[in-house]
């Protein structure tokens, strides 16, 4: 019982040191403002962000739940999918360039093609349940991935022309 | 041993819990199931069983409830601007407010009705009519958007309007007053003899819905104030109440109420249709507005008419007959099978009954006492069916549940009163607070009335809510009607003046409903099909701004190379195509409202700057989680600068 009293002396009394000593960090307030953040920033750093993550067992939530892709890689989707791509996604997506949403270059050395289909195709279901769906939201700025309700087969075709981007 | 002895005891007294529980509950739910509360219950995120569509009277709107919880979805403008929807404001919508008399941002809206295919609802349109400047529109029920909208020429306080035939063949709209046909400068006491009253004929296009003036019958110089169509038996005529047949213009609440009997005018519409089809009429120089909304280009225009063809009802003999009916008779309802038709003498004791196949056997008999100006007046007790006596003070409007009952308001005595065709008698009454004027049964101007609930609609309501100063809420009232007692279910406030409804199962609307418009269908002249294609175009003074929205930014969102004087109009396309995604936009400053732009169309607003400056612009409508980023900015300089029309997005201009 003795000893539980001191243990509880010896925390109090050191509680009562650190709430000093916070306390003058708060007078000198300004750098420790400064500082915490910036502590917080090398750890993310360090960590990779869900766009640069790799990741294809994850197929992502939708109705694509298993697809191949031939080798060869169809012209005639291909232009098609380019023509959808402009139409409906250039309002957020750089084919070449980290604009509101990630650039779609070399996707598919990133994620499964289900991955990308269900992204496309059911992006409200995604952003709530898919881990990797969910921290590119919050990695692009809590910037949804707007539903531009493609049809399967215009998504098929983005695919398509994702592969030609490198 | 205690232990055992105390879980034991433990036990029980949870038995005991558990039994007087299920004991409460069974007692509860039994008082519950027939409580007010919880049949008009909707849980959250359940929908509601029909549509209400209430006008609202001097907002010169629609408003849209769900039934039987009174909830408000949606205030649909049709004859005033809105600027919380940019009606009236925008540029695309502006034309639809367009008259002979030039822009009218406002008007009175009185009795919606619902398109009908053969006698009963089917829930693709809502017609209404604007009483003041004599219109009526068309609300599409996949859009709950006023698609077009008609002017009436010859009329005046478009009153007995606007019911629809059993298949959608017209849309009828009747003058209140009568006035000089065609327009002139005489004296006003000289109205007796030489003013007339315009019965218009409006037909509906089966697949568009699109309305064009078929005829209109120039009746004598009285008030016309309500219509019904008949239905079954009887489709094929029009009966229209009349009041004021003394045909006085001053001092009316004496003139107007001197004679026994004014008249019902029963309109056969199908004869005096071939009769027109025959070349029969004449065309008469007018002038009036036909204002059409379209879809893919989601802008309306608006088109002067020249000429109306009129018919004079001594042309077609046989077409029109007067039905003497008591007391200034305002409501003209026709039963579910055609036969009755009640005259709701609204200073009459007793409420009037005719019968369809009375008034065609005393035509074909041709009992004819008497004529107004050339119409034949048959005799009342030739074509009466019934009366029912005093049910009390002040009767309006009548209302079929199509199980035999009728149900009238009672303006005076502030009731609705259930009784029954046929045999007259009244079955039952129930209070409204306070002076109800119509009431409405979902399918209740049709064959098939979904005989459930009738909504009684009050112009006053003093005491009934929180007091909001001296101007309070009108309000409605939902009755259960499905038993042989009528029981009061719910009160609830309403937009404006609620001067009638329609009504219909939600199951009839609700898939049809749309949920966005497709870009590839958008042929708007300005629209902007993907970012690639925003651009900001100078002519003259005039510069066009062809601008896209999706979550979350305007593109372009900097603009430099505006000049104080400038005219600028903000094409904006909605590239969002997900369901409930619209945008907002707003400029300070500039002299109109908001936008409020649905995903896939495009709207246009007015800016005239007024002030060089660096002035923002934001989207009002919160659309993410980054809609307070959702902003631009645009430069003004001075009139005679030499800045560069220049725009950007995501880089800096120069």
Known sequence: MKKALNIAMVLFVSLLISCGGKEEKKKQGFSYEKKAPTEQKTKKVESVPASKKIDLENKGIGPISSMSLSSEINQTMVTHGADVFKRMCTACHRADKKFIGPSPKNILTRRSPEWVMNMILNPDEMVQKDPLAKALLIEFNGSPMANQNLSEEDARAVLEYFRTLK | MKNILRSTIALLSVLVVFTSCDNASKSNSGALSSSAAEKVYVAPGEHDEF?????????????????????????????????????????????????????????????????????VVDGRWVFINGNNTPRIARIDLSTFETAEIIEVPNSAGNHSSSFVTENSEYVVAGTRFSIPIPQKDMPIKDYKGNFKGA????????????????????????????????????????????????????????????????????????????????????MMPANYAHNVYDEATHSATSTMKDEVRVVNPLDVPGAVYFLPTPKSPHGCDVDPSGEYIVGNGKLSANLTVHSFTKMLDAIANNKVAGDAYGIPILNFEDVLAGVVEQPGLGPLHTEFDGKGNAYTTFFISSEVVKWKLGSWEVVDRQPCYYSVGHLMIPGGNSQKPFGKYVLAMNKITKDRYLPTGPEVTQSAQLYDISGEKMELLLDFPTVGEPHYAAGCPADLVKPRSKKLFKLEDNKHPYATLNEA?????????????????????????????????DKVYFHITNLEQDYDVPHGVSMIGANTSELLIMPGQTETFLWEPKKIGVWPFYCTDFCSALHQEMQGYVRVSPANSNTPLKWSLGEDIE
């Open chain 2, 51 to 119: 549509y209400a569509f209430i006008s609202g009277g001097f907002s010169g709107q629609l408003s849209v409830y769900g039934l039987p919880s009174g909830r408000l979805f949606k205030v649909i403008p049709v004859f005033s601007q809105d600027a919380e929807k940019a009606y009236g404001y925008n540029e695309e919508t502006k034309p639809m407010l367009n008259t002979s008399h030039g822009f009218v941002p406002w008007d009175d809206s009185h009795h919606p009705d619902i398109s009908q295919t053969n006698g």
């Open chain 2, 199 to 282: 019965l218009s004929f409006i037909s509906i296009d089966p697949e568009h819905g699109h309305m064009d003036i078929k005829f209109q019958l120039i009746m004598p110089g009285f008030d016309y104030d309500l219509s019904h169509p008949g239905r079954g038996k009887s489709h094929g005529w029009f009966f229209f109440t009349t009041y004021n047949t003394e045909e006085a213009s001053t001092l009316m609440e004496v003139n107007a109420s001197q004679n026994d009997k004014d008249f019902i005018a029963a309109v056969n519409w199908k004869k005096i249709e071939e009769y027109v089809n025959n070349g029969g009429g004449t």
């Open chain 2, 533 to 565: 294609d925003t651009k900001v175009v100078r002519d003259g003074k005039t510069v066009h701004i062809y601008m896209t929205t999706i979550r979350s930014h305007f593109a372009p969102d900097n603009i430099e190379g505006i000049k104080v004087g």
